[in-house]
C-alpha cells in the first residue's frame, strides 16, 4: 500500500492521509480543513491533491473541521463512496458542517464587498469574486453518506480490507481508526498489514471523556502531534485557576471574563467544570453565558450520550441530572441577545466561539472589551500562529487590529493550557507505549503538529523505542 501525506503536515489543520491499496483501493483518511488564516487559506482548501470521483471512501477520526470541514466539497466534486464513523461523529458533523457552511457564505459576501470597493472599474470578463466552497444544500447532500458504527467493532470495508474504531478520549465520538489490509509483503507473502491513524488523542484524565482506550497493535502508525513538546498543568491545579481567574475579574475587578472556546468539546467542558463549582458552593453568584447557537446544541448532542462520558460525569449524574446546566447559567442563541451582552456592564462571563478568535459572537465581544482594563480575556486550547487568538497573546503588544480598527490592549490576556483536548507529549507516549508493542511497530510518521512540535515529538517516539520516526512533507508518498 501506499500512503500520501496531503494535509496536517508540519502544521495543525486540513488533515487528510491518502491510502491507497495494492488491490486499488483508495481510502482517505479524515477530510480536515485548512483554518487560522482567514482568506489566504482558500486556496489551499480548493487544492485537494487527489480525485473525489476517484476516491472510494473516507474513514473520520473525529467531527472537528481541521479533520471533517471538506468532506461537503469533495461530495459537489463528485465523491459517491461511503464515509465510516462514530454514530456521534455523524451527529456532530451534521452540526458543525452546517456551521461552517454559513460562515463561509458570511466570509465570502465579506470578501466579495471588500474586492467590489478595492476594484470600483473592473476589468471586462475579469473574475474578481470567490463563492463558498459549498453551501448548504451540499452538507445535506454529504450527510447521506455517512455509514456509522460503534466502538471496538471489527467490520469490513472491502474483501481486503477491515476498520475498528477505539475511542480515543479526544472528543465525543473520537476514534483511533486501525485499518487491516490484506495484501503482499515484501517476501511476496499476503498477510494483513495493520495500519493505525490516532487522530487527535484525548487527555489521560478528562472532565467530561473517558481516558482514551487502548487500540489493537499495528505495523505502522500515524500519530498526532499538537502538543508534541509540551507539558499540561494537572487537572485539579486547571479547576483551580479558572476559579481564580473568575474571582479576580468578576469578584475584585468587577469585570467580565471572556473565554474564546471551541463549541464542541471545549465549552462542555469548561462548562462542567463550573457546574462543578457551583454545585460545591464556590462559584461567585455571577451571570453565566453560553453565547453561541452551535455550542448550545451541541451540548444537546452531548447530553444524548452519557454512556460516552467519563466516569466522573456519570457520577455527578446522580444527583445532578444535567452537568452542563445550573441556575446562573444561560443559552443564548438570539443574536439580539448576544449584541444586547455587549452594552452589559455587570460581572459576568461570556463563553463563546471561536476558539481561535478568528470569527464568530466572541470576536466581537472582544472587539467590544480589549480596551475595559476591568475584562480578561481568558484563552483555553491550542491557536493557530496566524490567527487572533495566537496574536493577542504576544508579550508585551499595546494595541491589535480587529474588524480592520486598531484597538488598545487594556483587558488582561491569560492562558490556562490544563483544558486543551490534547494530550501533551507524556500522556500521548503513556497512551500510545500501553496499546503497542512498540518493537513490533515498523515505521512511524508525525502529523498534526507546528514543526517545531512535531519534531520534538518524534525524538520522544525514537527515545521510546519506534523505529523510523518519521515527520511527513506535503504531498509525501510512501509505499508500505
Same mark, same amino acid.
Given at each position: 500500500?501506499?500512503?500520501?501525506?496531503?494535509?496536517?503536515?508540519?502544521?495543525?489543520?486540513?488533515?487528510?492521509?491518502?491510502?491507497?491499496?495494492?488491490?486499488?483501493?483508495?481510502?482517505?483518511?479524515?477530510?480536515? @480543513?485548512?483554518?487560522?488564516?482567514?482568506?489566504?487559506?482558500?486556496?489551499?482548501?480548493?487544492?485537494?491533491?487527489?480525485?473525489?470521483?476517484?476516491?472510494?471512501?473516507?474513514?473520520?477520526?473525529?467531527?472537528?473541521?481541521?479533520?471533517?470541514?471538506?468532506?461537503?466539497?469533495?461530495?459537489?466534486?463528485?465523491?459517491?463512496?461511503?464515509?465510516?464513523?462514530?454514530?456521534?461523529?455523524?451527529?456532530?458533523?451534521?452540526?458543525?458542517?452546517?456551521?461552517?457552511?454559513?460562515?463561509?457564505?458570511?466570509?465570502?459576501?465579506?470578501?466579495?464587498?471588500?474586492?467590489?470597493?478595492?476594484?470600483?472599474?473592473?476589468?471586462?470578463?475579469?473574475?474578481?469574486?470567490?463563492?463558498?466552497?459549498?453551501?448548504?444544500? +451540499?452538507?445535506?447532500?454529504?450527510?447521506?453518506?455517512?455509514?456509522?458504527?460503534?466502538?471496538?467493532?471489527?467490520?469490513?470495508?472491502?474483501?481486503?480490507?477491515?476498520?475498528?474504531?477505539?475511542?480515543?478520549?479526544?472528543?465525543?465520538?473520537?476514534?483511533?481508526?486501525?485499518?487491516?489490509?490484506?495484501?503482499?509483503?515484501?517476501?511476496?507473502?499476503?498477510?494483513?498489514?495493520?495500519l493505525a491513524y490516532t487522530g487527535d488523542i484525548g487527555r489521560l484524565h478528562?472532565?467530561?471523556?473517558?481516558?482514551?482506550?487502548?487500540?489493537?497493535?499495528? +505495523?505502522?502508525?500515524?500519530?498526532?502531534?499538537?502538543?508534541?513538546?509540551?507539558?499540561?498543568?494537572?487537572?485539579? /491545579?486547571?479547576?483551580?485557576?479558572?476559579?481564580?481567574?473568575?474571582?479576580?475579574?468578576?469578584?475584585?475587578?468587577?469585570?467580565?471574563l471572556l473565554i474564546p472556546s471551541f463549541s464542541v468539546g471545549r465549552t462542555?467542558?469548561? /462548562?462542567?467544570?463550573?457546574?462543578?463549582?457551583?454545585?460545591?458552593?464556590?462559584?461567585?453568584?455571577?451571570?453565566?453565558?453560553?453565547?453561541?447557537? @452551535?455550542?448550545?446544541?451541541?451540548?444537546?448532542?452531548?447530553?444524548?450520550?452519557?454512556?460516552?462520558?467519563?466516569?466522573?460525569?456519570?457520577?455527578? @449524574?446522580?444527583? +445532578?441530572?444535567?452537568?452542563f446546566g445550573f441556575n446562573t447559567l444561560r443559552y443564548i442563541t438570539d443574536?439580539?441577545?448576544?449584541?444586547?451582552?455587549?452594552?452589559?456592564?455587570?460581572?459576568?462571563?461570556?463563553?463563546?466561539?471561536?476558539?481561535?478568535?478568528?470569527?464568530?459572537?466572541?470576536?466581537?465581544?472582544?472587539?467590544?472589551?480589549?480596551?475595559?482594563?476591568?475584562?480578561?480575556?481568558?484563552?483555553?486550547?491550542?491557536?493557530?500562529?496566524?490567527?487572533?487568538?495566537?496574536?493577542?497573546?504576544?508579550?508585551?503588544?499595546?494595541?491589535?487590529?480587529?474588524?480592520?480598527?486598531?484597538?488598545?490592549?487594556?483587558?488582561?490576556?491569560?492562558?490556562?493550557?490544563?483544558?486543551?483536548?490534547?494530550?501533551?507529549?507524556?500522556? @500521548?507516549?503513556?497512551?500510545?507505549?500501553?496499546?503497542?508493542?512498540?518493537?513490533?511497530?515498523?515505521?512511524?510518521?508525525?502529523?498534526?503538529?507546528?514543526?517545531?512540535?512535531?519534531?520534538?515529538?518524534?525524538?520522544?517516539?525514537?527515545?521510546?523505542?519506534?523505529?523510523?520516526?518519521?515527520?511527513?512533507?506535503?504531498?509525501?508518498?510512501?509505499?508500505?
Open positions: 500500500m501506499k500512503i500520501q501525506f496531503l494535509g496536517a503536515t508540519r502544521e495543525v489543520t486540513g488533515s487528510k492521509h491518502l491510502v491507497t491499496t495494492d488491490s486499488g483501493h483508495t481510502i482517505l483518511l479524515d477530510c480536515g @480543513m485548512y483554518q487560522g488564516k482567514g482568506m489566504e487559506t482558500e486556496a489551499a482548501n480548493r487544492d485537494l491533491g487527489f480525485d473525489p470521483q476517484k476516491l472510494d471512501c473516507v474513514v473520520l477520526s473525529h467531527a472537528h473541521i481541521d479533520h471533517s470541514g471538506l468532506i461537503p466539497y469533495i461530495v459537489k466534486q463528485g465523491f459517491k463512496g461511503d464515509i465510516f464513523c462514530t454514530p456521534a461523529t455523524r451527529d456532530l458533523c451534521a452540526l458543525m458542517l452546517t456551521d461552517t457552511a454559513f460562515i463561509q457564505e458570511q466570509d465570502v459576501r465579506t470578501y466579495n464587498k471588500k474586492i467590489d470597493r478595492q476594484n470600483p472599474h473592473k476589468e471586462k470578463g475579469r473574475k474578481y469574486k470567490i463563492e463558498p466552497l459549498y453551501n448548504q444544500q +451540499d452538507v445535506n447532500k454529504a450527510m447521506r453518506h455517512f455509514v456509522t458504527y460503534g466502538y471496538d467493532r471489527r467490520f469490513r470495508l472491502f474483501d481486503d480490507v477491515l476498520l475498528t474504531f477505539t475511542n480515543s478520549g479526544h472528543m465525543l465520538g473520537g476514534a483511533v481508526c486501525s485499518l487491516e489490509i490484506y495484501e503482499e509483503d515484501e517476501t511476496g507473502r499476503k498477510r494483513w498489514k495493520r478528562s472532565h467530561i471523556l473517558p481516558s482514551p482506550q487502548l487500540f489493537p497493535q499495528c +505495523d505502522y502508525l500515524i500519530c498526532e502531534s499538537t502538543y508534541g513538546d509540551r507539558l499540561h498543568e494537572e487537572q485539579e /491545579v486547571t479547576e483551580e485557576q479558572l476559579l481564580g481567574v473568575v474571582e479576580d475579574t468578576c469578584v475584585y475587578r468587577k469585570g467580565q462542555q467542558e469548561i /462548562v462542567y467544570v463550573l457546574n462543578r463549582l457551583y454545585n460545591d458552593g464556590r462559584l461567585p453568584h455571577i451571570p453565566v453565558y453560553v453565547d453561541s447557537p @452551535m455550542s448550545t446544541n451541541a451540548t444537546q448532542i452531548f447530553r444524548m450520550y452519557p454512556d460516552e462520558m467519563s466516569d466522573e460525569v456519570r457520577d455527578t @449524574m446522580q444527583f +445532578d441530572p444535567d452537568p443574536i439580539r441577545e448576544s449584541k444586547a451582552l455587549n452594552h452589559k456592564d455587570e460581572p459576568c462571563i461570556i463563553i463563546s466561539a471561536s476558539g481561535m478568535l478568528e470569527a464568530g459572537r466572541i470576536k466581537h465581544h472582544v472587539a467590544n472589551h480589549i480596551s475595559d482594563p476591568r475584562c480578561t480575556i481568558l484563552i483555553v486550547g491550542y491557536c493557530e500562529p496566524t490567527t487572533l487568538g495566537a496574536r493577542i497573546q504576544e508579550p508585551g503588544l499595546k494595541w491589535i487590529s480587529i474588524f480592520g480598527l486598531d484597538r488598545r490592549i487594556k483587558a488582561q490576556i491569560t492562558k490556562i493550557e490544563g483544558f486543551s483536548g490534547h494530550g501533551d507529549y507524556r500522556e @500521548m507516549m503513556d497512551y500510545l507505549t500501553r496499546s503497542l508493542q512498540v518493537e513490533s511497530v515498523r515505521r512511524t510518521f508525525v502529523v498534526h503538529g507546528d514543526l517545531s512540535a512535531a519534531l520534538a515529538y518524534k525524538d520522544h517516539l525514537a527515545e521510546a523505542g519506534f523505529r523510523e520516526v518519521s515527520v511527513p512533507e506535503k504531498g509525501e508518498t510512501v509505499t508500505l
